[in-house]
């Protein structure tokens, strides 16, 4: 199964908005099933940003926010801040009990 | 609150098999399923598969048919991934992670598994 698509890096100026783009097909991100978005720090485990395409778990900013359209989820970080830099990955639900993750994205302020 | 925590980091030769534990605490263990994601050094996440701690059904990931198994201990909160056949591009950060709606809400610290010989 291949790896939903993202860019390999965005970069942006503090307190400015960047988007994050994720693009799959129309049997994962396309097809209805639910996006959620992970930030990674170097050394550790991913941390749940985004579930059910949109929501933020408790704890998490309001800053974080995520849409989709048709094939293409998107993770918009507003009011850049230098603590937003590092690592982001998408995944889809890609059915049959699978999910996919992204290729992920590396965030410079 | 809700912890998964990891065996300890694993050197292995090719053709080898390598178990780790996830054990979990925090939460009622059979009512979440526990997936498995693997990180090799410096590329993207890599769903495995999971095991629904619930009824013990398990779905792998085609890439990893015949060389992976996860299994439980009920009592003990505690999940295992098995893979065997190891080879040099199995050399991992493996990690566990609970499954809450539609997201990974929780995760283990993540085990190396390094494959050389």
């Known amino acids: 199964q291949s790896a939903l698509t993202q860019p390999a890096s965005v970069s942006g100026s503090l307190g400015q908005s960047i988007t994050i783009s994720c693009t799959g097909t129309?049997?994962?991100?396309?097809?209805?099933?639910?996006v959620s978005w992970y930030e990674q720090r170097p050394g550790a485990a991913p941390k749940l940003i985004i579930y059910?395409?949109?929501k933020r778990p408790s704890g998490i900013s309001n800053r974080f926010s995520a849409s989709k359209s048709g094939n293409t989820a998107s993770l918009t970080i507003s009011g850049l801040q230098a603590e937003d830099e590092t690592d982001y990955f998408c995944?889809?639900?890609?059915?049959?009990?699978?999910?996919?993750f992204g290729t992920g994205t590396k965030v410079t302020v | 609150q809700v912890h998964l925590v990891q065996s300890g980091a694993e050197e292995k030769e090719p053709g080898a098999s390598v178990k780790v534990s996830c054990k979990t605490s925090?939460?009622?263990?059979?009512?979440?399923?526990i997936h498995w994601v693997r990180q090799a050094p410096g590329q993207r996440l890599e769903w495995m598969g999971w095991?629904?701690?619930?009824?013990?059904?398990?779905d792998y990931s085609q890439k990893f048919q015949g060389r992976l198994t996860f299994t439980r201990d009920t009592p003990a909160s505690t999940a295992y991934m098995e893979l065997t056949g190891l080879r040099s591009e199995d050399t991992a950060v493996y990690y566990c992670?609970?499954?809450?709606?539609?997201?990974?809400?929780?995760w283990g610290q993540g085990t190396l598994v390094t494959v050389s010989s």
């Open positions: 059910e395409a949109s």
């Open positions: 925090g939460y009622t263990f059979s009512l979440y399923g």
């Open positions: 129309s049997s994962d991100v396309g097809s209805g099933h639910l």
């Open positions: 995944c889809s639900y890609a059915g049959r009990g699978t999910y996919v």
């Open positions: 095991l629904n701690a619930g009824n013990d059904y398990t």
């Open positions: 992670t609970r499954v809450a709606g539609s997201g990974f809400d929780n």
